[in-house]
């Protein structure tokens, strides 16, 4: 008989403290979550289970971050906060002071004053916040492969139940059909998955990250020239961006933003 049991990450909102985003590139709220590894048998839940660590989300992007419980003076219950700002003074004053560092070192590169080394860190940088988007994506399809595997394990089982209870009442056609049309359907399901789990980092770039990561380096004007050479370094240490973005696509996106961002930039300040 096939036993269902093992581990499983349950994440809990205790709260919510400011920090930077820097896929957003800005202050934001995050909800602070306390990540539980939990026993279970047939997803049944045995205890509370044990703290694995802390995690921060983005209440604006959703992106997730590893966080240390010991960078927060306090973690407030609602975000009740008129700004951003005040849940910074109120939680982590030390975020706007790496703020203004860190808007202050933007500057700099955009008026050339940084290295080619320094400008280099900062794209990198960037593009491996958009990596770990991808990591999270690649964990969480690994979860679902688990769940869908137990499934067709399920599946398989159910069909050698039903099998035996049925072998002394019907005749042998009718139970070979049976077998039949639940192993195809397994090889059809499986096809289905493991060709939908080779293309997902792909779709997941495609359609979901390349756009607003485009958007967040358009900021940073960064040349064709370094896009390729910062996606070669993500590549050479296995990072899934790497492979899969596209130097000339994100160049010319990141040249798009910046026209859009220069056509809206005079219209909201002219007041005619
Ligand atoms: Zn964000």
């Known amino acids: 008989?096939?036993?269902?049991?093992?581990?499983?990450?349950?994440?809990?909102?205790?709260?919510?403290?400011?920090?930077?985003?820097?896929?957003?590139?800005?202050?934001?709220?995050?909800?602070?979550?306390?990540?539980?590894?939990?026993?279970?048998?047939?997803?049944?839940?045995?205890?509370?289970?044990?703290?694995?660590?802390?995690?921060?989300?983005?209440?604006?992007?959703?992106?997730?971050?590893?966080?240390?419980?010991?960078?927060?003076?306090?973690?407030?219950?609602?975000l009740m906060m008129a700004s951003v700002e005040e849940l910074a003074h109120a939680t982590n004053p030390q975020a706007l002071v790496e703020m203004a560092e860190r808007l202050e070192r933007e500057a700099r590169m955009l008026a050339g004053e940084l290295s080619a080394q320094d400008r280099m860190q900062i794209i990198v940088e960037q593009l491996l916040v958009g990596d770990l988007q991808v990591q999270a994506r690649k964990a969480q399809v690994h979860f679902d492969l688990r769940s869908i595997l137990i499934l067709l394990a399920l599946i398989v089982d159910g069909t050698a139940v039903l099998c035996v209870l049925l072998s002394n009442t019907t005749t042998s056609g009718f139970l070979s059909d049976v077998v039949t049309i639940a192993v195809v359907l397994v090889i059809i399901?499986?096809?289905?998955?493991?060709?939908?789990?080779?293309?997902?980092?792909?779709?997941?770039?495609?359609?979901?990250?390349?756009?607003?990561?485009?958007?967040?380096?358009?900021?940073?004007?960064?040349?064709?020239?370094?896009?390729?050479?910062?996606?070669?370094?993500?590549?050479?240490?296995?990072?899934?961006?790497?492979?899969?973005?596209d130097p000339r696509w994100l160049y010319n996106a990141t040249l798009a933003n910046q026209a859009s961002e220069n056509m809206m930039g005079p219209a909201k300040v002219n007041p005619g």
């Open 189 to 245: 399901l499986f096809g289905a998955l493991v060709h939908s789990l080779a293309t997902d980092p792909a779709r997941f770039i495609r359609r979901k990250l390349r756009e607003p990561l485009a958007k967040s380096l358009a900021t940073l004007s960064p040349s064709l020239d370094e896009l390729t050479a910062a996606l070669l370094y993500l590549k050479q240490h296995k990072r899934t961006l790497g492979k899969e973005l």
């Open 1 to 78: 008989m096939l036993i269902i049991h093992g581990q499983y990450q349950r994440p809990r909102v205790l709260g919510y403290v400011a920090d930077y985003c820097a896929h957003c590139r800005d202050l934001k709220a995050f909800a602070y979550k306390e990540i539980r590894l939990v026993s279970h048998l047939y997803f049944i839940p045995l205890g509370r289970g044990k703290v694995q660590g802390q995690a921060i989300t983005c209440t604006t992007c959703g992106t997730m971050f590893e966080a240390e419980a010991s960078r927060y003076r306090n973690v407030l219950p609602s």
